[in-house]
């Protein structure tokens, strides 16, 4: 830095902000622990078809089946909110996609075995039945499943760097100098 006239120093090169990956894999992280925060709420104010879901896996135990429950639904909140505010960002992605991946192999055996449940994902919509809407519903964990890994990638890239201009080549979102 070399200082001016005035004795004040000015930066020989301006600073430049690289922030649109980084700020979409955030957006991404965010956007997944909300759905994860929504479908917790919606389960816990109505948690008659995720009961019903889990009453179809275990019909003779209701024991298990309340316990489940009340366990889906507190990891729900707890993956949702290290989602959201980007607590232990790794561990709750981890615990994320491995959430996700069984609530989409749970989607894939009701559709192919054409089972008419509610699929007890927490959004109180009927279209999650049969047909189309069902297989949207795939689509979409599989979309989510790919928005985290992404962001994941994404945010935890610059970690290794050698140089704080590396890093900010890359799109790590911090300021350079």
Known sequence: MAPD???ISI????????VPLYAIAVFGRVCAGAIFLFAAASKGLDPREIISAFTFVFPSSPHVVTGLVKSLIIVELIVGALLVF???KQLATIAA???LTLFTL?????TIFEIEIGCGCGFPATWLRLGEEREFAIVRNVGIVFALAISSVVENRGRHCDSEETHAALGG???SS
Do not use: D, M, N, T
């Open 173 to 175: 979102g911090f300021e």
């Open 106 to 110: 749970w989607l894939i055996y009701l």
């Open 11 to 18: 930066s020989a090169k301006p600073k430049q902000r690289v």
């Open 5 to 7: 006239s005035q004795g």
């Open 97 to 99: 996609l491995g959430l």
């Open 86 to 88: 980007g607590v232990v």
